[in-house]
């Protein structure tokens, strides 16, 4: 589904991933962990489409496809979801005619006809009483003012909406505590199936005991260093990531 | 012969169709005398600093009102509120159109200033509150008051509330190649009584219209009045709106004012406080684009204790559109405990276009809360990408963030299917079709 080859990239003139390498297949779930500016957030930004981030070197497929030259939104047409790690408040327009907005938008794009409302309400409720949301939140601002757990809940409750086939979770953990982390978890793993895949990015392996991972990669220096079973959270939850350091020496 | 000497040369002809010895002549004539000496308003006047009305008086236009030209219904539909109205005052090239209209005596009245200026039972409510609001320094209101015959009269008496909008169209046919009219409205609101109405002025067709338009509006104690006024005319019209709001105790005035469209549009806007616990507010939403100019010209006059104001303007400005936005805000020694308040948001899509904003604040009172602030930026880019992230593209993205700009204003139209118009009206100019109703 997502292939990456050799994928160098820039943002402001600075190098940040220096020959990323990564293939997800359909039904896998993926988790890429490292510290702090190893890359893993702009990892996140490139495939997504963020404009800001100058692809380099190397290639970018998903469905088989070259997608470097395509546009944010026609991505997510294609079907790939990114949730934000910092999701932006915008005063003024509600989660639901947000909401309404995106997936209309990606069925036009697709050739369907709009989304009935009452289908809308329908899928609405469904989902929302699945990530636990009040249906008072979805006539809210979109983000603003909203907890940090509220935010991220609102990024899965997307997610579950749009129905992506590829889900980039860009640290869909910081700021939650453990009850809004599983109820959040909870919602991934619900949405996980054959036909889709989802790349987790975290810092903590605590995410991990509840999205369990097909694959964990580690990211250093713009580089995914080291790959391999969920055993290899374990072990830097245990020792960190200088013994990955030193291998790579 | 430029234009400012036609005005007054043609006032002679003028006065052979009204009646020289009705009492509202005398302030014709004063006007006439004011707007003499003091001319069309120039740069060099600190209120008109950022706004040049060279491009159009420098023009010849018609002046009295033609005979009243050929519009069907069908032609003008769609600028009413709904298919079947209960109130509505109807000008076509300056001239009432009754069979366009709908006017009571029943209980109040809705008709036109003509109507009020010629019959007698009028006199008294003409007599104590024609031209008492309007400042003598104004002279674009002194050339309205000068050549003042014909616009809405609108009567509330106490306790009275019409039960649904009121509607003030003014349709410009092109009949006339270029032509200058002046519209006078004069809205009184007795104690208790409530009325919403909204104005509109609309070419027909892309022939050159200037309207100098005055709104008097007295707001008795207790009253309130939600007055909207939506701008959306062609690029070859322009609008000096002048409206004047004297409010009693205990009133509640707000003004929403919708710039959308046309080429140069002037908002001289007054709130002038008679008495204690008032309450005024100003709306504005501006979406402009080529090279239209608004400018909004504001002055709140807190003169009594216990009285609040809100302002709240909000521009978006695309090409080499300009908007001004100079908000004035007096509080008079007596005014304590005033609460006023006042915010200009801009965002600036482009090099080329411009906002000159400037609150001022003149406070002679010690215990008063008064707040001012203004911004200008862009739209969000990190907020655009989030929401192309999600599938809605480059363009829908934007229109969806001016949208949530601009929803605070929008939010306070307390007339459903107007809001809904203006939100249409808001897509339509965005060039977007959402996937819901904005």
């Known amino acids: 589904m997502l292939e990456i080859n050799n994928l160098h990239c820039k943002i402001e003139g600075r190098s940040i991933l220096k020959g990323v390498n990564l293939k997800v297949k359909k039904g896998e779930i993926h988790a890429i962990m490292g510290p702090n500016g190893s890359g893993k957030s702009t990892l996140a930004n490139v495939i997504s489409g963020h404009e800001d981030y100058e692809v380099t070197k190397g290639n970018l497929y998903y469905k088989t496809n070259e997608i470097n030259e395509l546009s944010a939104s026609e991505r997510a047409h294609d079907g790939i979801f990114m949730s934000f790690q910092y999701p932006v408040e915008i005063p003024g327009l509600t989660v639901t005619n947000f909401i309404k907005a995106a997936i209309n938008e990606s069925r036009k794009a697709r050739g369907l006809d709009e989304m009935s409302s009452r289908e809308m309400l329908k899928k609405i409720r469904e989902k929302s009483s699945l990530l636990d949301i009040d249906t008072k939140f979805l006539s809210r601002s979109l983000n603003e003012g909203f907890s940090g757990g509220e935010k991220k809940r609102n990024e899965i409750f997307q997610m579950a909406m749009l129905e992506p086939e590829l889900a980039v979770l860009d640290e869909t953990d910081s700021g939650l505590d453990i009850d809004a982390l599983k109820i959040v978890a909870n919602g991934v793993m619900k949405f996980s199936n054959d036909d889709n895949a989802v790349v987790v990015i975290t810092h903590y392996q605590r995410l991990l005991d509840y999205i369990v991972p097909d694959f964990v990669h580690v990211i250093l220096d713009g580089k995914v260093i080291k790959s391999g079973d969920k055993s290899l959270a374990k072990k830097i939850e245990d020792k960190g990531y200088d013994w990955l350091k030193k291998e790579k020496k | ?438």
């Open chain 2, 1 to 438: 012969m430029d234009f400012k000497e036609k005005l007054l040369d043609s006032h002679l002809a003028f006065e052979q169709d009204v009646d020289l010895l009705h009492p509202i002549h005398d302030y014709r004539k004063k006007a006439l005398k004011r707007f003499e000496s003091d001319g069309f308003p120039t740069k060099s006047d600190e209120l008109w600093k950022y706004t040049s009305l060279a491009s159009i008086i420098q023009k010849d236009y018609h002046l009295s009102p033609t005979s009243e030209s050929n519009i069907e219904l069908k032609d003008v539909k769609k600028y009413f509120l709904n298919d079947i109205d209960s109130f509505k005052l109807v000008f076509v090239d300056g001239i009432f159109s009754p069979f366009l209209s709908k006017t009571t005596h029943d209980g109040m009245d809705i008709c036109v200033l003509s109507a009020a200026i010629s019959k007698s039972k009028y006199k008294k409510t003409i007599k104590k509150y024609f031209n008492k609001v309007v400042p003598e320094n104004e002279s674009l209101s002194s050339l309205n008051t000068s050549y003042t015959r014909e616009g809405a009269y609108i009567f509330i008496p106490k306790n009275m509330e019409p039960e649904d909008p009121i509607q003030i169209l003014h349709f410009s046919t092109g009949a006339q190649k270029s032509i200058w009219l002046q519209p006078r409205n004069l809205i009184v609101m007795e104690a208790n009584s409530n009325v919403q109405i909204i104005e509109r002025h609309q070419s027909l067709s892309d022939h050159k219209v200037v309207t100098n338009s005055v709104t008097e509006i007295y707001a008795d104690s207790n009253s309130h009045v939600d007055y909207y006024k939506i701008q959306n005319d062609l690029l070859t019209s322009s609008l000096i709106d002048n409206t004047f709001i004297s409010q009693e105790k205990d009133s509640n005035v707000s003004v929403h004012t919708f710039s959308l469209g046309g080429q140069l549009t002037r908002n001289n806007l007054r709130f002038y406080h008679k008495g204690s616990n008032i309450s005024s507010t100003l709306k504005g939403l501006t979406i402009l684009e080529a090279k239209q100019h608004v400018d909004h010209n504001t002055l709140v006059h807190h003169a009594k204790p216990n009285c609040e104001s809100h302002q709240d303007y909000k521009g978006i400005f695309s090409d080499s559109s300009v908007g001004v936005f100079n908000g004035r805000i007096i509080v008079e020694r007596e005014a304590q405990k005033t609460n006023a308040f006042q915010q200009n948001n801009n965002i600036l899509t482009t090099d080329k276009s411009k906002i000159n904003t400037k609150p001022q604040l003149e406070i002679f009172a010690d215990d008063v809360k008064c707040s001012h602030g203004c911004t200008i930026g862009q739209l969000d880019k990190q907020a655009l990408f989030y929401l192309n992230s999600r599938g809605i593209p480059e363009k829908e993205a934007r229109a969806l963030l001016t949208y949530g700009f601009a929803n605070n204003v929008l939010e306070s139209v307390k007339i459903p299917n107007l809001n809904k118009r203006i939100k249409k009206l808001i897509a339509y100019k965005l060039g977007v079709n959402l996937g819901f109703d904005l």
